[in-house]
């Protein structure tokens, strides 16, 4: 496995040298996408690895001359993403990209000379100063979304991810990726937190407090919340109110695991000012749900650690599982999980027969809920339930077993990186 990754590591630092063949080809009218998840393999071969880039790919070459393509990402840096823009740009099509201004990459560098940076023109790649709706510092552009009027002769598409088109989140992320089709209503949400966005990155003097930026939009099996979000404590977290959602026992009959409602979370980062959420959790497992937490043991504050592994549960506690690699020890992580998701199996809001999935671009974090630019979305279907679960079983395969917090932990439990500095658990990650 590590000869392997060393390889892949090398093949990454020639950012300019694609292989021909999934990333290399050149881009021809495609059909348009099919909807629902998709999902990378950061183990399994390039095409699996850069399964969710291709789809989006594949769609910005399916745009016609006076299409809309408009995108929201924190990072860019694949070459073949930029040729793909350039070229939609050479046909006619209206391409609006923003990004956060963290780094720069010669991918964003070739799209914006070609663009340009005016924000009142058709066509613009322009950066945000840290988030497009507020300046508190360290808030971020972290969105991943990718908007199409049409694309292969499909209209309205809406492309969502846990991921940016970035080489390293390809290779080296655990991520999920997700397609709305001819939803007017949907596209029409994106649409506007795009807008708002843009409106933002027109003023950087954007306000250091927490703007009333949240809103969401229902269609169907769909919902999607968008952040900032203003106010508080634990009646401002939407995640909260989410889980105090759930019952734990009375499930119906094929759902659930024994009459009892099961919990999965793939969550990257999770900070000290979202703690209700592991308290809330730990009472779910108390009351009878079955909890199971994948996480990176890197980003994840110890406290949280500390209180979801708390003992006194009535059922057996809260199954913990760290799902980031360091093979080598040399404190660079390998493979990583970049996922943020929520399953739920069993009784939520009154129905006792739900399977739901959340997903999105926003850890659990305090920068997330209040400052940076996110966005999460809510799909409640039984098909699309059961392909998540296949993505979070064999990330769970991959996955270390933890039995309690132990050695492997040491580190995250002390709030330290390799070298002994305390962790900034709200600092933006440059594997993003």
């Not at 694609?18 to 183990?43: C, E, K, R, S, W």
């Not at 209209?155 to 080296?172: D, E, G, H, I, L």
């Amino acid at each position: 496995m590590h000869r392997r990754l060393m390889l892949l590591v090398a093949a990454w630092a020639l950012v300019g040298v694609v292989a021909a063949g999934t990333l290399g080809a050149t881009p021809v009218q495609a059909a348009g996408p099919t909807p629902g998840p998709t999902f990378n393999d950061p183990t399994g071969t390039e095409s699996e690895q850069f399964a969710i880039m291709n789809k989006i790919m594949r769609a910005i070459d399916g745009v016609p001359s006076g299409g809309t393509i408009r995108m929201a990402f924190y990072s860019f840096t694949i070459e073949a993403f930029a040729d793909r823009l350039i070229a939609a740009h050479k046909r006619g099509v209206n391409v609006k990209l923003l990004l956060d201004d963290h780094e720069t990459w010669p991918a964003w560098t070739r799209v914006q000379t070609r663009l340009g940076k005016n924000l009142s023109a058709k066509s613009f790649a322009a950066r945000c100063r840290g988030a497009c709706l507020t300046e508190n510092f360290p808030s971020i552009l972290h969105t991943k979304t990718f908007m199409f009027s049409s694309t292969g002769g499909k209209s309205w598409v809406v492309m969502v991810s846990s991921a940016n088109p970035t080489y390293k989140q390809a290779r080296f992320g655990w991520n999920n990726g997700y397609t709305i089709v001819g939803s007017t209503v949907m596209y029409e949400a994106f649409k506007k937190n795009f807008e708002m966005m843009a409106a933002g990155a027109r003023n950087p003097d954007q306000p250091t407090t927490s703007p009333d930026a949240y809103f969401t939009a229902t269609s169907g099996k769909h919902k999607i919340y968008f952040f900032p979000k203003a106010g508080t404590g634990d009646e401002a977290d939407t995640y909260y109110g989410i889980l105090g959602n759930i019952k734990c026992t009375g499930v119906a009959t094929g759902y659930g695991s024994d009459g009892r409602t099961t919990i999965r979370i793939a969550m990257y980062q999770w900070s000290d000012l979202r703690i209700r959420l592991a308290e809330r959790l730990w009472a779910l497992d108390d009351r009878g749900c079955k909890v199971s937490i994948m996480f990176d043991p890197w980003k994840v504050d110890p406290s949280i650690l500390r209180t979801l592994s708390a003992p006194g549960g009535r059922n057996g506690g809260v199954t913990i599982v760290p799902a980031s690699t360091d093979d080598d020890g040399n404190g660079s992580v390998d493979i990583m999980l970049h996922d943020k998701l929520l399953m739920i199996d069993g009784s939520y809001a009154g129905d006792t027969s739900a399977k739901i999935v959340f997903t999105g671009s926003a850890n659990w974090t305090n920068n997330s809920l209040h400052y940076n630019d996110e966005y999460l979305l809510r799909i409640w279907d039984n098909a699309v339930f059961t392909s998540f679960l296949r993505h979070w079983e064999k990330l769970r395969a991959f996955a270390r077993t933890v039995e309690g917090i132990g050695s492997p932990f040491a580190d995250a439990l002390a709030g330290r990186d390799r070298d002994g500095v305390r962790i900034d658990f709200e600092r933006p990650d440059g594997l993003d």
